[in-house]
Nanobody
C-alpha cells in the first residue's frame, strides 16, 4: 500500500504560481510512476502531467505545456507540480496518483492505470 498526501494548493491571482507537493509513504516510492490529475466542478477528472519513476520521462496535457512542470525527489518520496502563469481555467481540485511501474521510463496517462490516490488539494485562480 502507498499513501499519498497532497499539499500546496490555495488561492492565487491569474498569472501567479503555486507548487503542489505529493508526499508518499508505505512502500518504496521510487518504483512508482506518478501523475497529477485535476477535476473542476461539473467536469470529468483529467490528467495534467505524469512522470516515470526515474523522473526521466514526463507527459503534459496540451493546456499546461510550457506552464507546468512535474518533477520528483525519490529520496524524499515526493512528487511536485510547479504551476506558473496560472489561468482561471486551472481552477480545480488537484489529485496526486501513483502506480507501480516495471520500467523507469514508463509513465501512465489513464485514470484506471493508477492504483493509489491522494485526497486532493484545491487550487483556485482568481481574475
Amino acid at each position: 500500500q502507498v499513501q499519498l498526501v497532497e499539499s500546496g494548493g490555495g488561492l492565487v491571482q491569474a498569472g501567479g504560481s503555486l507548487r503542489l507537493s505529493c508526499a508518499a509513504s508505505g512502500r518504496t516510492f521510487s518504483r512508482y510512476a506518478a501523475g497529477w490529475f485535476r477535476q473542476a466542478p461539473g467536469k470529468e477528472r483529467e490528467l495534467v502531467a505524469a512522470i516515470s519513476w526515474s523522473g526521466g520521462t514526463a507527459y503534459y496535457v496540451d493546456s499546461v505545456k510550457g506552464r507546468f512542470t512535474i518533477s520528483r525527489r525519490n529520496a524524499k518520496n515526493t512528487v511536485f507540480l510547479q504551476m506558473n502563469a496560472l489561468k482561471q481555467e486551472d481552477t480545480a481540485v488537484y489529485y496526486c496518483a501513483a502506480t507501480e511501474a516495471y520500467s523507469g521510463s514508463y509513465y501512465y496517462t489513464q485514470i484506471h492505470e493508477y492504483d493509489y490516490w491522494g485526497q486532493g488539494t484545491q487550487v483556485t485562480v482568481s481574475s
